[in-house]
T-cell receptor, first 112, second 112 residues
Framework: DTAVSQTPKYLVTQMGNDKSIKCEQNLGHDTMYWYKQDSKKFLKIMFSYNNKELIINETVPNRFSPKSPDKAHLNLHINSLELGDSAVYFC???????????FGDGTRLSIL | QKEVEQNSGPLSVPEGAIASLNCTYS??????FFWYRQYSGKSPELIMFIYSNGDKEDGRFTAQLNKASQYVSLLIRDSQPSDSATYLCAVNSRGGSYIPTFGRGTSLIVHP
């Protein structure tokens, strides 16, 4: 059983489109995260939810909007995609804040 | 701006040697410290975490934390070629949200 699963694994789309990435965890964790890893492999936090409440909202364009329908799910919607959005997006979860994180396999987003 | 610094490497060690990976952080109020391993094209996976000053051992891995000097290190004993990967240091800063900040990673190569 996959602990943290993301879909899709690959996303290739045109500039200007809107797309969503879904994440689900079956670990019973309270906290979920979205990260962006750029071409230089730098992993940067974007958002975090704790018990469905947004607690971390780093400097991210407002074209990115997270949604957490319940504790086990955290989705990421991106409007008006730009070339610079090309990256690998990782979802992660942890038991609580300040605990070790379990990562999903990542979604590789490529903008044409 | 909270920063986590790592030498990008590559750090090359022979099989069976001890690999020493270092990380420094700027926020003196940091609470918790993590080491993740990331193979090329894969997601980060937790290796060790440490919250208190001193050493913490788990099998071939030892994490060392020195809050006064603001550094955390990871020692890998009896290095194996399968340990070849990028090692990411992550630090959670104090504050209600425990914002995780990752270093850029150190590439480790263990040669037979």
């Amino acid at each position: 059983d996959t602990a943290v699963s993301q879909t899709p694994k690959y996303l290739v789309t045109q500039m200007g489109n809107d797309k969503s990435i879904k994440c689900e965890q079956n670990l019973g964790h309270d906290t979920m995260y979205w990260y962006k890893q750029d071409s230089k492999k730098f992993l940067k936090i974007m958002f975090s939810y704790n018990n469905k409440e947004l607690i971390i909202n780093e400097t991210v364009p407002n074209r990115f909007s997270p949604k957490s329908p319940d504790k086990a799910h955290l989705n990421l919607h991106i409007n008006s995609l730009e070339l610079g959005d090309s990256a690998v997006y990782f979802c992660a979860s942890s038991q609580e804040l300040n605990q070790p994180q379990h990562f999903g396999d990542g979604t590789r987003l490529s903008i044409l | 701006q909270k920063e986590v610094e790592q030498n990008s490497g590559p750090l090359s060690v022979p099989e069976g040697a001890i690999a020493s990976l270092n990380c420094t952080y700027s926020d003196r109020g940091s609470q918790s410290f993590f080491w993740y391993r990331q193979y090329s094209g894969k997601s980060p996976e937790l290796i060790m975490f440490i919250y208190s000053n001193g050493d913490k051992e788990d099998g071939r891995f030892t994490a060392q934390l020195n809050k006064a000097s603001q550094y955390v290190s990871l020692l890998i004993r009896d290095s194996q070629p399968s340990d070849s990967a990028t090692y990411l240091c992550a630090v959670n800063s104090r504050g209600g949200s425990y914002i995780p900040t990752f270093g850029r990673g150190t590439s480790l190569i263990v040669h037979p």
